[in-house]
């Protein structure tokens, strides 16, 4: 029952539900308007107890009596409004560095919303390298312990964090997991490179990718460009915008910069351009270099900085750069404060959250045009903008900004005005958006939008 049930999805063999034969006898996408009035719902099935009597409360008196209830036991107002709390299961590396888990722990905090109740599963995997088999064994407790708190927690809607590559096939498989209890599942794609990651599979992986996009409710994109990517590659999948946010209240305090500061902030690795920055570093003046110090700080998964530190020394650099490693919340936030110019030189990003935690401090930016960065900033008034492996274009910017103090305060008073607009205060109502439209989809798309291939 359950091969014929996936097969639908893919349109290969006609739908078996529950209670339907095929797919035309299954009834219309349900409206809250349309519901059935019935009885409320056992105590049974609810979680929560219903507040004290009000009387302004339309879960009481004569108001009661016109909530519409679906055969789930979901209770609505006339208007279509959800009045029941919504339970969500999410998963991520709750305890990971990066901008994905930090998105991730964003979501989980989503459970200060009166009317979410949220369960949070951390999947951070341990530190140090392992083989596959190893990786394989760990993703299958976690997958046990997806099934056991799917069983007592019983969510109506499961949040999953995914990108690229392996991640994305461990992800299938809490995809089909999730499903299989019946939960609607509401996919997070991050990364810069998730449609190379599509373009490069085989058929029969490509297939295996297509059918797990659509067997979710909803596919949360970071923006409307990387929308138009995934419905290139996977059309007819259902879509909805949500961008990174920043917290602008921590980078409030951020004060005036004597401009002796550059700072990046990335992994160490070759798709943010960190080996473009020490070659357009190479190039700026030499009085210049012996007045401002490059400060690096990120992670190092490749164990590349060995390999930056002996290139920074052959382009004679190397007295100027300072590397930081990974830091902390609380210190990155002091390092955001002594800048003057924050770099990121990237080949390939999703939506860079260290920009617009640059950009909420007030700091003047250098960005290369990819991935989402063109829809968060306009060249030359929220930031500096290059092309991505262009060293020389990268110290035009760098040179212009570090002496033009005057060009540095405007841009920055642009950059943090448009910080303003992905502040985490505003991410949380449209993420609880999301959740209930994926739940009133009932397995029907939310937005079936399709995009033609361009030549």
Known sequence: MYWAWFASQCGVVPAIDRGHASRADRPDPPDPGHFRLLQPPSPRTREQKSPPPAADNPRNGRARRRLRVDRRGREFMPDG???????????????????????????????????????????TRPPGPRSRGRAIVAHMRQLIALCGRMRSFRPQVVHLHTCSNWTFWRTTLDILASRLFGAAVVLHVHGGFFDRFLDDLNPWSRAWATLHLRLCRCVVVLSDRWRHRLLQRVPGVATAVLPNAVDTKRYAACGPRRGSRVLFVGELSQTKGIDDLLRAWACLPDDLRRTVRLRVAGDDPQARQTHLQSLSRELGVSDSVDWLGP???????????????????????????????????????????????????????????????????????????????????????????????????????RLRAVWQRAILSEGFPLQRATVKNSA
């Open 81 to 123: 409004a959800l009045v029941s709390p919504l339970r969500v299961l999410v998963l991520g590396p709750m305890t990971a560095r990066g901008g994905l888990a930090t998105v991730a722990r964003q979501t989980a905090q989503s459970a200060l919303l009166p009317d979410c109740i949220l369960s949070v599963l951390d999947t």
């Open 327 to 429: 830091l902390t919340h609380d210190h990155l936030t002091a390092e955001y404060a002594e800048a003057d110019v924050f770099v990121l030189p990237s080949h390939g990003e999703g939506m860079p959250l260290t920009l617009l935690e640059a950009m909420a401090a007030g700091l003047a930016c250098v960005v290369t045009d990819v991935g989402s960065v063109p829809e968060i900033v306009t060249a030359n008034r929220d930031a500096r903008m290059v092309c991505a492996g262009d060293s020389s274009a990268l110290a035009d910017a760098l040179v212009g900004l570090l002496h033009d103090a005057a060009m540095r305060r405007s841009i920055g008073a642009a950059a943090r005005l448009r910080a303003g607009d992905f502040d985490v205060r505003q991410f949380h109502p």
